[in-house]
């Protein structure tokens, strides 16, 4: 009866099959979960971030457990991106599924060249700028708490890259919206809402921080309230897509960053815990479309209700 | 690496704070070598504790049921330990590579501090069947209350020696000292060393297994967040800094030779 | 044969006789969790957010759970200044530790008068201006994003009370140490470390913001890795005590806070569950310094130990 | 008000996924009004859920047993209906105002929706137990699989009519729909009306008795966080906007006289 709900969407001319994306540093170099089910199922996969060079990343631990979150100060360990694109790509050739490259550079005129690296290598698919990450000492997050900066370095990957780009922010900022708005100008097609939250933790026992790095950056459930807030203000303060991230768990999770006006989302640290959660998700909004007569995912995206006070509208589903 | 929903057998207090803990399930039983971990997460409704928890295989029993041997030092183990027979337990594994064995005629030494019995005792058992090996193992826990598995080892022929750190069963003292005293003799063969511990204990029995040029591999504990490979949070500093700079204990380990390992910052 | 630690501490010239204290807005006017424990064993007490004239509050629902987190948007429902001082405060007579303002203006003349108030209120041992709260439609946190208007509120606050100032601050900022120093120099006493974080969370089903302020604030064991290294940041860039607070639920928690330097710390969102907690923390500190040999609480604050690489060091308890 | 860890005397399923959980506490017993509610956690190792759920006290068994009557909806009840005989709970209680009770001569209809039947309950075995009372009782739920208690009000000489939304029970419809046919007719005396259930339910229920003038005592559910009225979380708006503008269902109900709220924005 039920004819299967349209879940394709386009994230700055970049078509995918559904709206679940594999978020970066969370699914590796893209076919480490292949044993628990085909990676192709997924709307696009974001690798690992890649450097211009290879990076050893930071001393252990690198990571710690808090309330409902992981801290992770990874510090972008990778093979760089030659050897990604040389050794790693030819072997994800049976993935039929966009991927995309998530690129971190030390200083603008790496991040220009990694693009210009892209430019030419069919399998990339789009180019997602990490200016986010708070895990590296020069560059990493500093791009992105500057609108300025922020601006310049998109306008360089766009100009070196035939790629749609994708913007990734850091939430570590007063006002996201200027952030937004300014890679926006600069030419980014998409903004991907958010990083990691800077954060630390202390083992009482020892008196020393849990991570050798002593900060890292905060994931999983217990950021998506904020993260949420900040796609909610980033999808009022622009024009193009924005993909939302953080803490997204399962498909509920999915539908609230959708219904804030995110066009597709990402699932991060709970691939790490259920690595089945992407597929778990896909399904879960087809059975949501079809229980709701939902014939295309883009009905739901953007469709808050905030008008009326209270909660009176409560078991009111149905309008489509 | 499969991920299985299995329903608890058994989950019973072996020792002060130990349990052991039984579930059916014979596609992992059939499948899981010594030093093999599992990531296993109990909590269903809740997202605190967040993230899966490694377990070593500790053994199979009856073909089908896979165990584990594990002590409550917080939230995840201690909830844990709250589950009875028939809750459901979810778990991907195994995990990780497991011990080399050694030449049927290699004089084996196992040595084991605290929970680094459950996989050596699962060794153990492996050895004695296939090659009846002859196995020298020496144990040591904190205090008696905390002393398991010396039975069972008996039972499977064990040349067993034992510390406590408060001396209230066998030796006064840490395991290690029992090994330092042991290559301190006259050795009429080497034998090849499997450890596993806490990180302070390996590191002793590992560089002197390297000053002594022993054949030592190690079973490493450390933090991890998701024991798949994917995000490289479980680095240990690779001895050889021309190579490759972290071993990632999950994918490349958590069994190693000692010596691939930079024990200085352990 | 133990002698009790000595866990008094000082705080920009307030002594108080241990460093735990009830937060603002979920303690009450002082005396309503007087049932399960005497509110004097505390080291202070803030009260309920203050503001000049009564305020109603926001519409409901104005909580909503998140994983491991509370969002709220309260809305500064208070009876008032003046009611407080005139109609609270001496039922108050009873709870024999520092009672301490919490104030919040629309504007700087507000805050101004408010401190002038307080001045001659004998009971009311210090002041700390909210310039951080999310909830509320003018003032509240704009004040606290920028450096140079934190300033101007905090010297207007000085210079009209007598009392020790405490300013307390958003963690919705790029660089929390600028507006920490800007607040310093102003004249503030002391610092606290930090307000909620902004948030939101979606129904599902009925597609409506879980507030009906749409964005809250969010608190509790979610928020602990953020706000403890905030205050590490800000014990780092200055010179006055810090004040830490965020998701503090046990002891152990209260002591990550103290090692990285918090001079005292401020139970909030705790209060509401097990109102008991901060009489659990203050005997779980005593414990441990029996435990640990410490004679005075101050030798733990700020004895974070960020020495030498991995977690080597564990179980290395004792040096006093 | 006080805080009690009680051991869980039984929890069973008597509907679909409805739960009657019953705990020790003689204090708690002993002053425990119709109305009133309590804060429990079930939670004791994990911080989620955070917060505590509010369930109103559904009665006294042998003196010394409280209950609760729920229902799963969330992650809280869930975990709640995983607990057995035997298990801890925290509660803090008895909290808020109970419900005002009729002078013994008056007409006294409660109309319960689904859990609204909890506090009823309640209230019913203690109006037949201090006076006797003719009770009227309208029953709602949304199918013959959730319906529960009507055995037990039978026992209790209630005058019952039910209501099934799906109409597989009773009459097919709203339970606001049978008071609405009940006022509709000539009345001898007027009732005095308590109502519990869903907000839109008690909304229809309050108009409807603030227009025809009769005294209406309704049990509201709200979002709690805290439960104490610390937190100004459960602010219900007054109808009297000269007083204050907001009512803290926690503490100045959670029963409340129909006419003191502000229905239009509920
Ligand atoms: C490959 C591998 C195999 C393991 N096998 C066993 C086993 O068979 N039996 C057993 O009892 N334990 C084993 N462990 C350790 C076990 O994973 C931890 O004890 C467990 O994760 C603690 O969880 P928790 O939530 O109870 O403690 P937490 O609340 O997370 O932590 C409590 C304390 O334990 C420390 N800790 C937590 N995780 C680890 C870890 N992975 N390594 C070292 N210290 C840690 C924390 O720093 C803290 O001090 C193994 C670990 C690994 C990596
Ligand atoms: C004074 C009072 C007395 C109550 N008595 C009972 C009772 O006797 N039996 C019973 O089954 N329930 C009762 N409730 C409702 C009960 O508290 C909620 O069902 C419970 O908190 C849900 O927790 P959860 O974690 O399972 O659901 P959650 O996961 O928190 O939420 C699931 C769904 O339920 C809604 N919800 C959650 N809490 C409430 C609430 N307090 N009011 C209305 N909707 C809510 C949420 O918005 C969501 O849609 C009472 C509530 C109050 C305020
Ligand atoms: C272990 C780990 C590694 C990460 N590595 C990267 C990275 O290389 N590049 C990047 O842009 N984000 C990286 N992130 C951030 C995630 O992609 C994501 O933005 C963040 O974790 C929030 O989403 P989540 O809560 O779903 O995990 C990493 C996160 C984790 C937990
Ligand atoms: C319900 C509620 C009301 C609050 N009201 C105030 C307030 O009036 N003034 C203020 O400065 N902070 C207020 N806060 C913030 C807390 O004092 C505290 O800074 C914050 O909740 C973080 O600490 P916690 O995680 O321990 O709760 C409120 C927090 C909550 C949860
Ligand atoms: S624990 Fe994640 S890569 Fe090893
Ligand atoms: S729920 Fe906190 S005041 Fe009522």
């Known amino acids: 009866m039920a004819v299967l709900p349209d879940l394709s969407v386009d994230i700055g001319g970049l078509r995918i099959k559904n709206p679940v994306i594999a978020a970066s540093g969370t699914f ?5 979960l292949t044993p628990f089910y085909d990676p192709s199922l997924l709307g696009a996969i974001i690798v690992k971030g890649l450097s211009l060079r290879p990076m050893p990343g930071n001393p252990p631990p690198r990571t710690a457990e808090t309330p409902c979150g992981l801290l992770n100060a990874i510090g972008l360990a990778n093979i760089g991106i030659e050897a990604f694109i040389e050794e790693k790509l030819p072997s994800l050739a049976k993935i039929k599924t966009p991927l995309i490259a998530n690129i971190y550079g030390h200083t603008i005129r790496e991040y220009a060249q990694m693009a210009k690296r892209t430019a030419t290598v069919d399998r990339i698919a789009a180019v997602e700028i990490n200016i986010s990450c708070p895990n590296v000492e020069a560059g990493g997050m500093a791009f992105g708490t500057d609108p300025d900066t922020a601006a310049m370095v998109t306008d360089q990957v766009v100009k070196n890259t035939t790629k749609p780009v994708i913007v990734k922010l850091t939430p570590n900022v007063t006002d996201i919206t200027t952030i ?8 980014a097609q998409a903004i991907s809402v958010t990083n990691t939250f800077l954060g630390m933790a202390v083992d009482v026992a020892t008196r020393r921080p849990k991570l050798a790095n002593i900060i890292g950056g905060l994931s999983g459930p217990a950021i998506k309230p904020m993260a949420l807030y900040l796609v909610h203000k980033v999808v009022e303060a622009v024009q193009i897509p924005v993909i939302g991230l953080g803490g997204i768990m399962d498909y509920q999770d999915a539908l609230e960053f959708l219904l804030v006006g995110a066009r597709a989302i990402q ?33 739901i995206i953007g469709d808050l209700r905030t008008k009326g006070e209270g909660h009176e509208k409560k078991g009111n589903r149905k309008d489509t | 690496m499969l991920e299985e929903v299995v329903s608890i057998e058994f989950n019973r207090e072996i020792g002060k704070d130990t349990f052991l803990m039984g579930f059916r399930s014979p596609l992992l039983a059939s499948c899981a070598n010594p030093g093999q971990f599992l990531m296993i997460h109990s909590g269903r409704e809740t997202r605190d504790p967040l993230l899966r928890r490694p377990f070593s295989i500790h053994g199979i029993q009856d073909k089908n049921t896979l165990m584990i041997l594990y002590k409550i030092v917080g939230k995840g183990t201690s909830l844990l330990s709250a589950l ?26 196992l040595v084991a501090g605290g929970m680094g019995i459950a996989p050596l005792f699962f060794l153990a058992q492996a050895l004695k069947k296939a090659h009846k090996h002859e196995i020298t193992m020496f144990l040591g826990f904190p205090t008696s209350q905390e002393v398991v598995m010396t039975d069972q080892l008996k039972d499977l022929n064990v040349d067993l020696s034992l510390t406590t750190e408060d001396g209230s069963l066998g ?33 002793k029995i590992a560089q002197k297994a390297i000053t002594c040029n022993l054949t030592c591999y190690v079973c490493l504990e450390v933090y991890m967040a998701c024991g798949l490979g994917i ?32 024990w200085e910052v352990m």
């Open chain 1, 28 to 32: 590796g170099y893209g076919d480490e």
């Open chain 1, 180 to 187: 937004a708005g300014a890679v926006e100008s600069a030419g």
């Open chain 1, 267 to 299: 699932v991060g640290t709970a691939n790490l815990i259920n690595p089945k959660t992407p597929i778990e998700i896909i399904n879960g909004l087809t059975d949501f479309c079809v229980r709701e007569e939902i014939g295309n995912i883009n009905q």
């Open chain 2, 84 to 109: 009875k027979e028939g809750d459901a337990i979810s778990l991907i594994g195994p995990l990780g590579n497991g011990f080399t064995f050694p030449r049927p005629t290699e004089r084996t030494l």
């Open chain 2, 171 to 203: 030796m006064k003292g840490l395991v290690s000292d029992l090994l330092d005293q042991h290559l301190s003799q006259e050795l009429t063969k080497k034998p090849v060393i499997y450890a596993c511990g806490p990180t302070p204990m390996l590191k």
């Open chain 2, 231 to 262: 995000c490289q949070g479980c680095a240990v500093k690779a001895a050889n800094s021309k190579g490759k700079s972290y071993h990632s204990v999950c994918q490349d380990g958590p069994v190693f030779s000692a010596e691939t390992i930079d």
